[in-house]
C-alpha cells in the first residue's frame, strides 16, 4: 500500500507570509496528487489536482508542484480568509494527515 | 449546477446497520466520468475515504472496511448509498459523499455538506 506522510501538522504564519506544505510519497504516484482546503464546520473543497492545476473559481496564489513522491502546496501571500486545515489525496483515495494553519 | 445531498439517520444504535443516500441533482449520477464516493471524517480527526461506485456497478471498497460496508447506485432516483453493518463508537463521524473524477489523480471535486451520524445505545 502507498503511504502519504503530509508535513507539517501544524503551522502558524502571518498574513502575507509564503506558506508551503508538504506531501510525501511511499513510491512513484505520478502527478496522481490532489490538495484540499476545509474550514471548520465545512467540508473539504478541491484547490489544486493532478499536483499543479488549478481549480476553476481558486485564488492564483494557491499552487501546486511536484511529482513521483514529493509534492508541495505553496499559498504565496496569506490572507485571513485561508484559515483552514489543508490535505493532501493521492489517486487511491488516501488523504494526507492534514495540515492545521494558523494565523499568527 | 451540481449538488450532492446526504440523507439519514443521525443516530444509530451500537451493532446496527448504519444506512445513508446520496442525491445527485443537477447532473446525472449516469455520467461516465465519475465515480461517486463516500469519505468519512471522526471528530477532530482527518479524511478517512470509505468507497467509490461508478454508475455501471463497479466499486472499490477501502480493504480496511471491506467486510462492513455495501455502496449501492440506483439511477432512476440519482441517488447512491451506503451502508456500514455492526457499528460501532468508533463509527461515529460526518459521513460525506462526493463526487470522483476517474481519470488522473481521482480527485473528489463536489462535495456534499455532511451528515453527522452518532453511534450510541
Known amino acids: 500500500d502507498i503511504q502519504m506522510t503530509q508535513s507539517p501538522s501544524s503551522l502558524s504564519a502571518s498574513v502575507g507570509d509564503r506558506v508551503?506544505?508538504?506531501?510525501?510519497?511511499?513510491?512513484?504516484?505520478?502527478?496522481?496528487?490532489?490538495?484540499?482546503?476545509?474550514k471548520p464546520g465545512k467540508a473539504p473543497k478541491l484547490l489544486i489536482y493532478d499536483a499543479s492545476n488549478?481549480?476553476?473559481?481558486?485564488?492564483?496564489?494557491?499552487?501546486?508542484?511536484?511529482?513521483?513522491?514529493?509534492?508541495?502546496?505553496?499559498i504565496s501571500s496569506l490572507q485571513p480568509e485561508d484559515i483552514a486545515t489543508y490535505y493532501c489525496q493521492q489517486y487511491d483515495n488516501l488523504f494526507g494527515q492534514g495540515t492545521r494553519l494558523e494565523i499568527k | 449546477q451540481l449538488q450532492l445531498q446526504?440523507?439519514?439517520?443521525?443516530l444509530v444504535k451500537p451493532s446496527e446497520t448504519l444506512s445513508l443516500?446520496?442525491?445527485?441533482?443537477?447532473?446525472?449520477?449516469?455520467?461516465?466520468?465519475?465515480y461517486w464516493a463516500w469519505i468519512r471524517q471522526p471528530p477532530g480527526k482527518g479524511l478517512e475515504w470509505i468507497g467509490s461506485i461508478h454508475h455501471s456497478g463497479s466499486i472499490y471498497y477501502n480493504p480496511s472496511r471491506k467486510s462492513r460496508v455495501t455502496i449501492s447506485v440506483d439511477t432512476s432516483k440519482n441517488q447512491f448509498s451506503l451502508k456500514l453493518s455492526s457499528v460501532t463508537a468508533a463509527d461515529t463521524a460526518m459521513y460525506y459523499c462526493a463526487r470522483r473524477v476517474w481519470f488522473g489523480g481521482g480527485a473528489f471535486d463536489i462535495w456534499g455538506q455532511g451528515t453527522m451520524v452518532i453511534v450510541s445505545s
Do not use: H, K, M
Request: charged fraction near 10%.
Open chain 1, 54 to 74: 488549478l481549480e476553476t473559481g481558486v485564488p492564483s496564489r494557491f499552487s501546486g508542484s511536484g511529482s513521483g513522491t514529493d509534492f508541495t502546496f505553496t
Open chain 1, 20 to 38: 508551503t506544505i508538504t506531501c510525501q510519497a511511499s513510491q512513484d504516484i505520478s502527478n496522481y496528487l490532489n490538495w484540499y482546503q476545509q
Open chain 2, 6 to 10: 446526504e440523507s439519514g439517520p443521525g
Open chain 2, 21 to 34: 443516500s446520496c442525491t445527485v441533482s443537477g447532473d446525472s449520477i449516469s455520467s461516465r466520468n465519475y
